[in-house]
DNA sequence: GCCAATAAAGGTTAATTAAGGTTAATGCTG
DNA sequence: CAGCATTAACCTTAATTAACCTTTATTGGC
């Protein structure tokens, strides 16, 4: 699938340009000329990475950095600015952003930046763990694909092995209910399906017997799961 | 413990300034200017993070890149140089770069590239604290999502959680009614609608328990979380 | 300056819609 | 046909909208 990119940019001219370029690269974009739309598109388009003007209109590049942020942490900002002075690639980098670019830049720049962030972005994610873990009073042994309880041992199959890791690779944040039915199926179709809800179910009731893992549902957003150290 | 940092850089006069800012700024900073004894450092030291110099006698800094990246991957290498055509800047990030700052450069870019640089790698690593706090007789447990009262204890769905977070992080300062609608819906559109009023109300019967917690309209302001402390 | 009349902002409650949960039945694929 | 994966049908609850009510500003005539 290819890369989004949500470019966040008022001056047509410019915007037209690098969108351009942007798109020949084989970038899938997505042009925001006002500040106001930007969270919404956030969260209809799921942009993979964000570039995004400091002068705008109404709203200025770093409360809308910020408020990107807040909302989706794991999002790299890129800034393009025409701004050159130090205090503002701070101001740029305190509100949150990944990188800094100065106007005027090459657009060769600006990919080899853009797949640089992506590219720090994809290493820290972590592959999912082959070693054993350990899950409240659980023990989750991945090569065997077996969950052990103090009473009994569970098998498990891949589907619900890979499901459960991915939840439990977020260290108690929260794993997108969109991320976790790309990951596991890959695939848009799947969305009105309820084939996770049930993988959900069976992780719960395999966990039922711990009151120290819960499974949270956060509706419109993903799932948490939770394991309360005493 | 500090940040140590592994800087390479044969000029010896640009290579003390340097060193002695970053000093000042309180990183742990390892000086070397001969190419040969990077990866014997490297060993020795165990940076968090190395800044490079491109031009170097003997070795190159593209290539001293590699070899460092492929010793430690996880590694982040910021190029410092002179060289300030794009086509450097592609060779430095296709090298394995992280980040690329030109000369002439202010110090103050340098201290803030790396610390992102070490954000951006501890970002995903840890798992995030436990961000509870009181607010008045009651506990907000912000990764539980739960909000504990003496005698009881209340799921928090996601969009509550969000704007109780919004309406508390202000510290009984006036929290603008549009912000709010910007931040949570991001929309103009939401404007008109009665949607954040009704969350209003579900907070306000939530506190109402405390005499000491009060959420106060300020008509075409916004709103005051106001915690009266003894 | 006082005080209705009116508008604007926000509050309340219930109804609606959309996201997700639950079970059981059905489809696959080795 | 055995065992996982998926779909279907129906249920539950969070999020939003709608309709109507209350309170606070604003304004224009006296």
Same mark, same amino acid.
Do not use: C
């Given at each position: 699938?290819?890369t989004k990119v949500l470019y966040i940019e008022?001056?047509?001219?410019?915007?037209?340009?690098?969108?351009?370029?942007?798109?020949?690269?084989?970038?899938d974009l997505r042009l925001v000329a006002d500040g106001a739309m930007v969270m919404k598109t956030l969260r209809s388009f799921h942009p993979d990475i964000c570039v995004l003007d400091?002068?705008l209109?109404?709203v200025?590049g770093?409360t809308l950095c910020r408020e990107i942020r807040a909302q989706n942490p794991g999002l790299p900002v890129i800034?393009?600015?025409?701004?050159?002075?130090?205090?503002?690639?701070?101001?740029?980098?305190?509100a949150g952003g990944t990188?800094?670019?100065?106007?005027?830049?090459?657009?060769?720049?600006?990919?080899?930046?853009?797949?640089?962030?992506?590219?720090?972005?994809?290493?820290?994610?972590?592959?999912?763990?082959?070693?054993?873990?350990?899950?409240?009073?659980?023990?989750?042994?991945? !090569? #065997?694909?077996?969950?052990?309880?103090?009473?009994?041992?569970?098998? +498990?199959? @891949?589907?619900?092995?890979? &499901?459960? =890791?991915?939840?439990?690779?977020?260290?108690?944040?929260v794993?997108e209910?969109r991320d976790?039915?790309?990951?596991?199926?890959?695939?848009?179709?799947?969305?009105? !399906? #309820?084939?996770?809800?049930?993988?959900?179910?069976?992780?719960?009731? +395999?966990? @039922?017997?711990?009151?120290? &893992?819960? =499974?949270?549902?956060?509706?419109g957003k993903g799932?948490?799961?939770?394991?309360?150290?005493?």
């Open positions: 699938m290819k008022d001056e047509p001219f410019l915007g037209r340009i690098v969108s351009e370029t942007l798109q020949q690269q084989g970038f400091i002068m209109p109404n200025d770093y800034f393009l600015t025409a701004r050159s002075e130090t205090s503002d690639l701070v101001k740029g980098f305190e990188d800094y670019i100065k106007k005027p830049f090459s657009m060769e720049e600006l990919i080899v930046r853009i797949n640089n962030q992506l590219l720090l972005l994809s290493s820290l994610k972590k592959p999912l763990p082959d070693k054993d873990q350990q899950l409240g009073r659980y023990r989750l042994s991945v !090569s #065997r694909y077996e969950l052990i309880s103090p009473t009994t041992t569970h098998k +498990l199959s @891949a589907r619900e092995m890979e &499901i459960l =890791l991915l939840l439990t690779s977020g260290n108690n944040r794993i209910r976790l039915l790309l990951q596991v199926w890959g695939d848009d179709s799947f969305f009105n !399906s #309820r084939t996770l809800d049930v993988y959900v179910r069976k992780l719960r009731s +395999l966990f @039922a017997e711990d009151p120290d &893992i819960e =499974l949270v549902t956060l509706k799932y948490l799961f939770l394991v309360k150290s005493t």
